[in-house]
Every structure is written in C-alpha cells, then in structure tokens.
C-alpha cells in the first residue's frame, strides 16, 4: 500500500511499472523496499473475498467480490471525523472500463455516491452503484440515495444537483432536522410555478423568487435563453448578491457547496494510485485507498495545523511522508541488502534512524539474565549477557579482552 501511495504522489499514473524499479531511471526507494519481482506477485494475488463462495453470493450481491472490505471502510469513514453544518452528496465516476458507459470525461466506469463535508473535502460516507436489482425501473432514486446517505446527521444542509433534487426531499429532510439546497430540473416539472419555467422574455442576470411555507425557489437567468431553477428549505428572503451579475443569495452558496466536491475529485486525481487493472474489485480498491489518504490528510491538519503551514505543496509532502513511514518496515525486515547502490543507501539510512528499542533489542535468557546486541557487531547484529565494566555495553566473546585483577585496577 506504501508504494502504491508513493506512485501517485510521483505521478506514475501511466508509467510502467517496471520503469520505477530501473537502476538508472527509477525511484530508489522501490527498490529498497521490496524487488519488481515480489511487488508483481503480491498484486497479482491480491483477492478480498473467497473464489469458492463469490459465484454463489453474486446472484443476490454484485459487490460480493470486495464485500467484506468495503464494508469495514465504510463503516470507518463516519467514526473517524465529524462533518460541520455543510454536506453535499454528490456521484464520483472511477475510471475503469467495463460495461457501463457514462457522459463524463473518463467514458467508463464506476459510479459511486459520495457525502462530503463542505468545510474540509472530507468523504464522510461512500456507497456504489449497484443499477438495477430487477427489470423494474426505480422510481424516487435520488430521494432514497439522499436520504441513506445523510441517514446519521442532524441539523445540516444538504447541497445536490438536479438528479436528487425534488420539493418532496426537502419535505423529507425537515422532518429529519434537515435543511436541502439544489439544482431542480425545469423541463416540465409539476412541482414549480408556470412563472419560473418561463425564460423567453426574460432579460440576463434576472431573478424570480417563489415562496412556500418552509420551502424558497429561484429562477435565475446567467444568459439569454438559459434558465437555472434552485430550492431551498435553508434561505427565506429574495437576497441577491452586489455586482452586475446580481446573482440570487441561494445560487452563490449552492456553488460554493458543490465545488467542494469537485476540489474533492481534484485533490484525489492529482495523486491518485489507480492503474491499470484487470478486475473492477482492484480499480475499487485503489480508489479507496485515495479517498482515505485524501482523509487523512484532512485529519492529520486538524490535529497539527501549523506543520508544514508555510510551505507549498503540504498535501504532497504529507503522502510522501505516509507512503515512506508504511514502507520502512518492509525496509528494516530485508534479510539482504538491494543491489543497487542508491537503494542498499537508503536501507542502510533507515536501519540507523531506526529507534534505539529495535537497535539494542533486549531480551531475557532462560536465566533471567538480559541479552544485547554487542556494540562492535554492527553487521552480524550477535547478542550476548556480557557487559564492559568500564562503559557497561555489551560485548561478544569475539571483542572480549582477558585482564587478570591486578592489572584490571
């Protein structure tokens, strides 16, 4: 999992694999960490669920082949960090080539339902696509995504598009101690005003508000000829924005909660570790992993906000650091130095900034008596119960020197 961290923080997205463990051209700490050969055997047996078992689970579950994994990290997700009064939820598409075919940029892939936290980009709950689970097409699935996805949240807003959005949602949520704020289609939908479909009079940068109870509807005009309808159970008043544009209060903040998402799916593809794979289950793996090092992230600068504060490139910094500390165990249990000379360096400098516990390793004889490394083997790494009277470290029979009393005093 380290390296594959560190690929994408080295941008290795479409370089061969093989190019990173090259002598000349590579990164050293690939070969230090483990050969080209082991790194191709451990992905290439990488399974999450049992082959004996999947073919039968897969009649009622299609994501029985990752099922127990996925389970255990999305059940961490929500226990780790709590999200502030802004969520949007919002679809991620994994790149990965099967037979779903989509509008977005990558083509295909695998549609996942994200909640995000507004303040931070923290993906607070993930769920997956499954498509339909019979021939009988589902009716209200944006309504019952929204609501599994904010299913243990109170008192926040949530922000969606179009897809999700309907006045019978916010209705929903109000009753769940929740506001809604989204992008409602406008093509003949029953559920708004004649008045705020009607967008061929209408000049640029123009604005009508409609007024329920609880709920506040907009229609606003960015150009001739394109009309964008929003709701919100949040807003109550016809606010607009200062400037030329005069954009409706509710239309600048559904911007400002939905492009967090997008810096979301930003921030994970600059330095994502996703390649080439052969199964769907692999390409949904890496792509966790991505999420929960982006998480981790947003954590690591809750906790320690001044680290690295004045420096550029923090994100990058942090997964280098995260990838190498995930690798130098692997490092310090080689039996064997690489062969390259950059490489067997930086074993060498991991096994000395080791920490002084696992450098004198003690432990304890049938006897009683405590044994150490001898501070002259430092390759052999021998142990022994014999100490110097002078400085007291422990020394083999190899480096002991016989000196009767006398001479001793």
């Known amino acids: 999992m380290g390296l594959l961290i560190l690929a994408g923080v ?14 000349h051209s590579g990164r050293p700490i690939f070969r230090a960490t483990m050969s080209f050969n082991r790194f191709c055997e451990i992905n290439g047996s990488l399974c999450f669920d049992d082959e004996l078992q999947t073919p039968a689970r897969l009649r009622d579950d299609k994501l029985a082949p990752i099922r127990s994994l996925w389970d255990m990290w999305t059940q961490r997700l929500p226990l780790l960090f709590t999200p502030g009064r802004d969520v949007t939820v919002d679809e991620q598409l994994v ?3 099967g037979r779903c075919r989509s509008e977005k940029a990558c083509g295909y892939g695998l549609k996942m339902w994200v909640t995000t936290d507004v303040a931070t980009s923290y993906a607070w709950k993930c769920d997956v696509n499954m498509g339909k689970t019979d021939d009988a097409t589902e009716v209200d699935q944006g309504k019952r995504i929204i609501l599994e996805m904010t299913k243990k949240l109170r008192g926040v807003t949530v922000t969606c598009n179009n897809f999700f959005t309907s006045y019978s949602l916010g209705q929903k949520l109000l009753k769940k101690k929740k506001t809604l704020v989204g992008m409602i289609r406008n093509n003949k939908n029953p559920e708004l005003p004649p008045k705020l479909l009607q967008v061929k009079e209408r000049a640029p940068f123009s604005s009508i508000f ?3 109870k609880n709920t506040t509807a907009v229609s606003y005009v960015p150009k001739r000829g394109k009309n964008m309808v929003l709701i919100s159970t949040r807003h109550r008043q016809a606010e607009l924005t200062e400037g030329l544009r005069k954009k409706p209060e509710i239309f600048t903040y559904y911007n400002r909660c939905k492009g967090v998402f997008n810096t979301l799916a930003k921030v994970v593809g600059t330095y994502s570790c996703r390649t080439r ?5 692999q390409t949904l793996f890496m792509n966790m992993i991505d999420i929960s090092a982006s998480n981790a992230y947003v954590i690591f600068k809750a906790v320690h906000p001044s680290c690295n504060k004045k420096k550029r490139y923090r994100r990058r910094r942090f997964l280098e650091e995260l990838g190498s500390a995930l690798v ?9 130095l690489p062969r390259s000379p950059f490489a067997a360096a930086l074993v060498k400098e991991i096994r000395s900034s080791a920490t ?3 450098e004198t390793s003690e432990d304890t004889n049938s006897s009683g008596m405590k044994r150490g490394l001898c501070i002259r083997c430092t390759k052999q790494r021998k142990k022994t119960i014999t100490t110097c009277i002078c400085c007291g470290e422990y020394i083999c029979k190899a480096h002991q020197v016989i000196c009767c009393e006398s001479c001793c005093k």
């Not at 080295?10 to 002598?23: A, I, P, T």
């Open 10 to 23: 080295y941008r290795s997205r479409g370089e061969s694999k093989r190019s990173l463990w090259n002598c």
């Open 328 to 336: 130098s165990s692997e490092m310090l249990k080689r039996e064997r």
């Open 356 to 358: 002084p516990d696992k």
């Open 210 to 212: 409609a007024f329920t």
């Open 95 to 97: 790149s990965f080539k």
């Open 277 to 281: 794979a052969k199964h769907w289950s």
